[in-house]
């Protein structure tokens, strides 16, 4: 059962911050301190039982119509490109949310069974959001600078270093320690972005840095020699599975921009080389082929769930095998969290892997949806960008930091609840999956982010589609990837209802029967 976490400015934040952000907007406005004050102190209920209640209640509502659309006569078209005009499903368009639903512009209710884009970590409308409009109400600003980090985007700092090392909640003392530790191993240092994109850039160029000077002064311990980066690779033997991002340079590493990428490789730049999916031998034997002479392995970047290549989930034995021999050769590595942070019970997905990254990134579900705030935790050996390295305008927003404080607080607080609810979705798909032999190949995945593997892509894609369109549960299928495996993926909000996920089981199996 959800815990009903109740919180306010001053629990999250600290007595003394308040009191001074207090004293400064009463300044500023000439308000009264203690009306202030007052306001600071108010505790929000994060999930409170009319909210659970009614989630249940709206369950059984799934693909009705419920309200009046919207006339069409009154829509706008927008002004998109073509791609993103191609895609648009205007009667799937919001028009409000609560929880895991949303009413779309058709007048129907809708499953965001995908978490929307994979990012509402806590559904829409949650309640424990009301304390970022208090935070505004006190005049916390979300308009700062890289070199003014505010207070709380510093806490916030603190915070993905604890839960990073796997340090309780309150104990500032092991933190302190961490932070000051020489060790360049521990992870000890966040740069503040606005998404996982510019995060995966920043690692990218972390391990490019040790390659190329940045701004051609610094050293560089492997000049001169041709890195190589290690990507998950397609069933193809192409770069297709991997995924982390939209600049040009992280594209150019899953096979976009092949001309480009060409002349790179050409001119000794860099190269991208795929590996084998839970293929240690594979793993090893491309290590051993580019981390000599000329060459020298870069980094290997990975996910730990493929949300984008059929939501393959990474061995344990694998990921461990792959990072020891990384750790051998000193080569970087970065676990892609952009997708399964505050997915998993620990938070961090790589925790329950027992591992010790150079990089994890953070994002998506992080802020709930609320703000495009990403972060990247590294640690002290590669530390090697300047201030202008990886660097946005808007990273370092107080607000967008705060969503995080608060998605993080009630996520930790609700742990076990998410374990119980990952396991109840796992069982119901296995029992769907054992219902329909020959058609099912396979439940994948892990936790909340499930997908159902089929066993053809066209089976994948028709009920993909029946689900999205015509049941009105969001259901992704990915069927343009090289030898992608055929799955429909879904990544639940944390906090779904089990009658919510038992009609979602329910429509699947009602698609399945209709397709037969």
């Given at each position: 059962m959800i815990q009903n976490l109740k919180l306010s400015l001053a629990t999250l934040l600290g007595e003394s911050y308040i009191d001074a952000q207090v004293r400064a907007q009463a300044f500023l406005t000439g308000e009264d301190p203690a009306v202030l004050g007052t306001l600071a102190r108010q505790e929000v209920e994060c999930y409170p039982e009319a909210m659970a209640a009614r989630e249940i209640e709206l369950a059984d509502k799934i693909g009705e119509p419920v309200v009046p659309p919207l006339p069409e006569t009154e829509s706008v078209s927008?002004?998109?490109?073509?791609?993103?005009?191609?895609?648009?499903?205007?009667?799937?368009?919001?028009?409000?949310?609560?929880?895991?639903?949303?009413?779309?512009e058709n007048g129907k209710l809708y499953l965001a069974a995908k978490s929307e884009h994979y990012q509402a970590s806590l559904g829409h409308s949650f309640p424990g959001y009301e304390l970022l409009r208090i935070a505004a109400r006190l005049g916390v600003t979300n308009i700062t600078h890289n070199n003014t980090r505010g207070f709380i985007?510093?806490?916030?700092?603190?915070?993905?270093?604890?839960?990073?090392?796997?340090?309780?909640?309150?104990?500032?003392?092991?933190?302190?320690?961490?932070?000051?530790?020489?060790?360049?191993?521990?992870?000890?240092?966040?740069?503040?972005?606005?998404?996982?994109?510019?995060?995966?850039?920043?690692?990218?160029?972390?391990?490019l840095a040790r390659f190329r000077p940045i701004s051609g002064r610094e050293h560089v311990p492997y000049a001169g020699r041709t890195p190589v980066f290690l990507v998950m690779g397609d069933f193809n033997g192409g770069r297709e599975a991997n995924y982390h991002g939209?600049?040009?340079?992280?594209?150019?590493?899953?096979?976009?921009?092949?001309?480009?990428?060409?002349?790179?490789?050409?001119?000794?730049?860099?190269?991208?080389?795929?590996?084998?999916?839970?293929?240690?031998?594979?793993?090893?034997?491309?290590?051993?082929?580019?981390?000599?002479?000329?060459?020298?392995?870069?980094?290997?970047?990975?996910?730990?769930?493929?949300?984008?290549?059929?939501?393959?989930?990474?061995?344990?034995?694998?990921?461990?095998?792959?990072?020891?021999?990384?750790?051998?050769?000193?080569?970087?590595?970065?676990?892609?969290?952009?997708?399964?942070?505050m997915w998993s019970p620990e938070i961090f997905l790589f925790k329950e892997y027992g591992l010790?990254?150079?990089?994890?990134?953070?994002?998506?579900?992080?802020?709930?949806?609320?703000?495009?705030?990403?972060?990247?935790?590294?640690?002290?050996?590669?530390?090697?960008?300047?201030?202008?390295?990886?660097?946005?305008?808007?990273?370092?927003?107080?607000?967008?930091?705060?969503?995080?404080?608060?998605?993080?607080?009630?996520?930790?607080?609700?742990?076990?609840?998410?374990?119980?609810?990952?396991?109840?979705?796992?069982r119901k798909l296995s029992a769907l999956a054992a219902a329909h032999p020959g058609r099912i190949r396979a439940v994948v995945g892990d936790g909340l982010m499930l997908g159902l593997t089929f066993e053809t892509p066209e089976i994948a894609a028709r009920f993909a589609g029946i689900m999205s369109h015509e049941f009105c549960i969001d259901v992704g299928c990915q069927t343009y990837k090289a030898n992608c495996p055929p799955t429909a993926?879904?990544?639940?909000?944390?906090?779904?209802?089990?009658?919510?996920?038992?009609?979602?089981?329910?429509?699947?199996?009602?698609?399945?029967?209709?397709?037969?």
């Open positions: 927008g002004a998109a490109t073509a791609a993103f005009a191609a895609a648009h499903h205007r009667e799937a368009s919001p028009l409000a949310g609560f929880g895991a639903y949303r009413i779309g985007t510093r806490l916030l700092e603190r915070e993905l270093v604890r839960v990073a090392n796997g340090i309780e909640r309150g104990n500032d003392t092991a933190v302190d320690a961490v932070l000051a530790s020489e060790d360049p191993h521990v992870l000890n240092r966040v740069i503040n972005l606005e998404t996982g994109s510019l995060v995966m850039e920043a690692a990218v160029k972390m391990m939209t600049t040009i340079g992280t594209q150019m590493l899953r096979g976009l921009w092949p001309e480009l990428y060409r002349s790179g490789e050409e001119s000794g730049l860099f190269r991208a080389m795929p590996v084998a999916i839970n293929d240690f031998d594979d793993f090893r034997t491309k290590v051993e082929h580019f981390d000599r002479g000329d060459c020298k392995v870069a980094g290997f970047l990975h996910e730990l769930v493929l949300m984008n290549y059929g939501a393959i989930k990474l061995d344990v034995d694998y990921v461990r095998q792959t990072h020891a021999l990384c750790r051998e050769h000193d080569i970087p590595v970065a676990v892609d969290e952009i997708q399964s942070c010790r990254p150079d990089f994890v990134s953070a994002g998506k579900g992080f802020p709930g949806g609320m703000y495009p705030a990403s972060r990247l935790i590294t640690n002290r050996r590669m530390d090697n960008l300047n201030l202008f390295g990886a660097l946005v305008t808007n990273g370092q927003e107080e607000i967008a930091s705060l969503s995080c404080l608060i998605t993080l607080a009630f996520a930790e607080a609700n742990r076990e609840n998410t374990r119980k609810r990952a396991a109840y979705y796992q993926l879904t990544k639940l909000p944390l906090t779904i209802s089990e009658p919510a996920i038992d009609r979602l089981v329910e429509k699947m199996d009602r698609v399945l029967a209709m397709t037969e």
